[in-house]
């Protein structure tokens, strides 16, 4: 009599599930650790700098949008691509060259395009492409050089005073400009570095390529609106000076008061609210996304 035995292998391997996630954490600890001090520090300018204080929502806005992106991220298959080790190279070299010239804007930018790297060589150019927008947002967490924040921040200082000026002079305001002194009958004001729109500058840049994703505007929509953040920050600025010089002109305790104060907040908030709208139109007519 014939008997057959079925043998079942029971198979030892480890779960691919699970080994990639240790991989995920391992390559992460290491991450971390290598820019650890470099973390640290650049924390320390957003809670410390006004003109770099946005920056502290970056890293979390980005971390939530690809969280809720994460059906399509996981769709795409994993195909690891050694090409990506060109990428993860280049930050090396950044971080490298950022920490022999001293240059904070080079070793910081180096953990955004390092991280692509590794997101491009352990996962794919696919999932890559799924995570590109969050990568792109965290590039705006860095702080520009010192060197480019001073030649920006000159011209913008003197630019608002001008402007102020003549727009004062328009409504019968008796005022003159000196540099980035704007002289009244009674008093003068200085606008000073922090009153020369490269805050909010900043601020709305970031704020409209959250506002085209948001949207799903089209490529044409999200840098048409890129573009004229700028000129919108610019503009909502000046309209800040040019209100403190008419209250001063009619009251100096109401435009060194309250309102000095208030107007830094309603800057924020009327440009925000006019790249909103400004959003909304370029969209209606460049279309969105499929």
Known sequence: ???????????????????????????????????????????????????????????????????????????????????????????????????????????????????????????????????????????????LPAIVYNAVAVPLQLFASEAATYAAQAVGVSIYRQGNIIQLANTSLGVAEACSGLQSLSALLVASLIVGFVENGSM??????????????????VLRITGTAILADYRLEFALGFYHSFSGWLVFIVGFGGLWLLGKAIFRLTGRRA
């Open 1 to 143: 009599m014939n008997s057959s035995v079925a043998i079942k292998e029971v198979s030892g391997g480890p779960n691919p599930a699970v080994a990639g996630w240790l991989t995920i954490s391992l390559v992460t600890s290491l991450v971390i650790a290598l820019y650890a001090e470099i973390l640290a520090d650049l924390a320390v300018e957003w809670w410390s700098v006004p003109s770099s204080s946005y920056g502290i929502l970056i890293p979390p806005l980005a971390g939530y949008i690809a969280y809720m992106n994460r059906r399509a991220l996981f769709a795409v298959p994993a195909t690891p691509d050694l090409r990506g080790l060109c990428l993860t190279a280049s930050g090396c070299f950044f971080l490298i060259g950022g920490h022999l010239a001293a240059e904070f804007f080079l070793a910081r930018l180096s953990i955004v395009l390092l991280t692509a790297g590794l997101v491009w060589t352990f996962w794919g150019s696919g999932r890559l492409r799924q995570l590109m927008f969050p990568f792109v947002l965290l590039c705006t967490m860095v702080p």
């Open 220 to 237: 044409l929509g999200r840098v048409l609106l890129f573009l004229l953040a700028a000129p919108l920050a610019i503009s909502v600025n």
